[in-house]
């Protein structure tokens, strides 16, 4: 059986990883969030970033990519991701439906509030102060935001929380450089 694994941050567009096919998919009943800290990617601890969990929301839908593990990579794709994700991600299986074609099950990594991590909601303008000063061995919080927002506007994906917040990074941004 295909193992397909659902990227809706990071994975959208920096998969690093082994795959035979990649695919736009989404899920039903979730919407993305910028509600997770991150102290080992994009930001360091005492100093985190904010990166993408999902949170249920009837009637919404959330965009990513979908994509299928061979067998024989399985357990290193696997390995890789969970290192990737270790900073309060936990493995979730849920459905995932192509444009055209009927749902998949796939895994999906979510950071939920009861881990360590967990920053929850906050006002956009204060997760924009937070991003803008971010940044860890991944590069900036303000690249993961831009570079988010740049892929699900290229898939044509709708996503209000994620292209809000990159117009105020981008606003505030280009103010303190000129």
């Known amino acids: 059986m295909a193992l397909w694994i659902f990227g809706y941050g990071s994975l959208v567009w ?45 009637g919404e839908r959330c965009w990513g990519i979908a994509y299928r593990i061979a067998h024989a ?31 998949v099950a796939g895994l999906v990594y979510v950071a939920t509030q009861d881990n360590p991590n967990y920053l929850g909601p906050a006002e956009l303008a204060d997760i924009a102060t937070q991003v803008l000063g971010a940044s860890g061995p991944s590069g900036s919080n303000v690249e993961y935001v831009t570079k988010l927002a740049s892929a699900l506007r290229e898939m044509g994906a709708r996503d209000e929380h994620v292209f809000e917040l990159a117009r105020i990074v981008a606003r505030r941004a280009a103010s303190s450089a000129g």
Do not use: C, N
């Open 14 to 58: 920096r998969p690093s990883l082994d795959f035979v096919e990649r695919r736009e998919a989404f899920i039903e009943g979730w919407t993305r969030r910028f509600w997770q800290g991150s102290t080992d990617h994009r930001g360091v601890p005492g100093g985190p970033g904010r990166v993408v969990t999902l949170v249920p929301s009837k």
């Open 73 to 103: 990579h399985r357990d290193e794709v696997m390995a890789l991701l969970d290192h990737r994700e270790q900073g309060g991600y936990d493995r979730v299986e849920m459905q995932m439906q192509f444009r055209s074609e009927p749902s």
